[in-house]
């Protein structure tokens, strides 16, 4: 704040399709009104000459602050450090950022817990999980849910009903096919984005598997 406060906030992010940055999206741009602060979307690449760009074009408008979230690109922080001359914060993604950086994240492994624990006293025993990336803190958090819930509910955990996707739509297609080409099928399934929750829902539709009639 000061004599050249703009009550502009900036978010950047490279995926504001996917429906839970749209929602994010939403919400900051709400809690922003409140507030008194008008909220610029910024679309980005993960590229860092694109990237510079846009934060020297922020720093001209002279921001109040920048939120940022969903750029999978190694580096940014330094980026950030380099050339940002306003506060920055980074919600809940993780990839590869220096712990230095100030974040506000979630707890990925109780809400995972929580999915897992509502799916299993509906008596699944069969329950799939379609991961994130397995370098991702996040992914590996959230790999320790369904061990710990079977645990509490007297089951077996089954690390072969856990399938790798890349919390994009087109692996949650693909690793669905993969698990309905199985021999024992899973009767629910936990994934580890919306988009690959979507990609699961289209598979499931083109073979003629409802949910959640046939498939949690």
């Not at 995972?112 to 329950?127: D, E, K, P, V």
């Not at 991961?131 to 790999?143: D, M, N, Y």
């Amino acid at each position: 704040s000061g004599s050249h406060e703009t009550r502009i906030i900036a978010m950047l992010t490279q995926d504001h399709f996917n429906p839970f940055f749209s929602d994010l999206v939403r919400n900051v741009e709400q809690v922003c009104f409140e507030h008194g602060y008008i909220m610029m979307l910024c679309h980005v690449q993960p590229d860092s000459d694109r990237i510079t760009h846009t934060l020297n074009m922020l720093n001209q408008r002279q921001i109040d602050g920048l939120l940022y979230t969903s750029i999978e690109m190694k580096g940014l922080d330094g980026l950030l450090a380099e050339h940002a001359k306003f506060p920055s914060l980074l919600i809940d993604f993780d990839y590869g950022h220096q712990q230095t950086v100030n974040r506000f994240n979630d707890n990925d492994y109780h809400g995972g817990y929580l999915a897992a624990q509502y799916l299993l006293s509906l008596r699944h025993t069969r329950i799939a999980s379609i991961t994130g990336p397995s370098h991702k803190q996040t992914s590996i958090q959230r790999l320790e849910v369904p061990r710990t819930a079977c645990a509490e509910f007297g089951l077996l955990y089954n690390p072969d009903l856990v399938y790798e996707g890349d919390c994009h739509q087109r692996s949650g297609y693909q690793s669905f096919m993969a698990i309905n080409s199985a021999k024992d099928k899973p009767s629910a399934i936990i994934t580890h984005s919306d988009m690959m929750a979507l990609g699961v829902q289209s598979a499931a539709y083109q073979v003629g598997i409802r949910s959640p009639e046939d498939l949690s």
